[in-house]
């Protein structure tokens, strides 16, 4: 892929972009390093609230492998094919995920679920607790990720745009 200008991406891409810098800004507090990143949010109670009324998050200690099981529960007309090709997920590790209670799966492969389950973002701190993994403030590709499921914004190829731009890699596109 051709690396674009901020002007070049979709006003949807430049949307996740500029939350991810809205929402990431340089520590101010004289106790911590100067190039740390603090979670800052103008509107941290609204979003609290509308989170709260949102879809209940999953009981903690289940595994990666029972919340996914739980998500496809939940869609009558799931289809497993269509999922993991639609976000290039592999069908090995698909399976893997599904046969294997204690499978550990890839911080991309989090994600990928997380994008195509739509997932709040209660649940998608969830679902990365259970694979061991965390949104990290320092990773360009976690904040597009975070942005992303806070805008509620699940269009793939925006989110690839945005992570290309952002993190210098994509998710969703196949090489």
Same mark, same amino acid.
């Given at each position: /892929?051709? /690396?674009?200008?901020?002007? /070049?991406? %979709? &006003?949807?891409? &430049?949307?996740?972009?500029?939350?991810?810098?809205?929402?990431?800004?340089?520590?101010?507090?004289?106790?911590?390093?100067?190039?740390?990143?603090?979670?800052?949010?103008?509107?941290?109670?609204?979003?609290?609230?509308?989170?709260?009324? =949102?879809?209940?998050?999953?009981?903690?200690?289940?595994?990666?492998?029972?919340?996914?099981?739980?998500?496809?529960?939940?869609?009558?007309?799931?289809?497993?094919?269509?999922?993991?090709?639609?976000?290039?997920?592999?069908?090995?590790?698909?399976? &893997?995920?599904? %046969?294997?209670?204690?499978?550990?799966?890839?911080?991309?492969?989090?994600?990928?679920?997380?994008?195509?389950?739509?997932? =709040?973002?209660?649940?998608?701190?969830?679902?990365?607790?259970?694979?061991?993994?965390?949104?990290?403030? =320092?990773?360009?590709?976690?904040?597009?990720?975070? =942005?992303?499921? /806070?805008?509620?914004?699940?269009?793939?190829?925006?989110?690839?745009?945005?992570?290309?731009?952002?993190?210098?890699?994509?998710?969703? %596109?196949?090489?």
């Amino acid at each position: /892929m051709k /690396m674009k200008t901020f002007e /070049m991406l %979709s &006003k949807e891409a &430049k949307r996740l972009v500029q939350y991810a810098v809205d929402h990431f800004l340089p520590a101010v507090d004289e106790n911590v390093e100067e190039d740390s990143f603090l979670l800052y949010s103008p509107s941290t109670n609204a979003l609290r609230e509308e989170v709260s009324r =949102s879809i209940a998050p999953f009981p903690r200690g289940k595994t990666f492998s029972s919340l996914i099981w739980e998500l496809r529960d939940q869609n009558n007309d799931f289809d497993d094919a269509i999922f993991y090709t639609r976000h290039n997920i592999d069908k090995g590790t698909w399976s &893997k995920i599904l %046969s294997h209670e204690d499978y550990q799966p890839s911080i991309e492969t989090v994600y990928k679920c997380i994008i195509g389950f739509r997932l =709040s973002i209660k649940q998608a701190n969830t679902l990365l607790e259970s694979a061991g993994f965390s949104f990290h403030r =320092s990773r360009p590709f976690d904040l597009v990720i975070y =942005s992303a499921v /806070m805008l509620k914004s699940f269009d793939l190829i925006k989110i690839d745009e945005a992570l290309e731009f952002h993190a210098k890699k994509t998710l969703f %596109s196949i090489k």
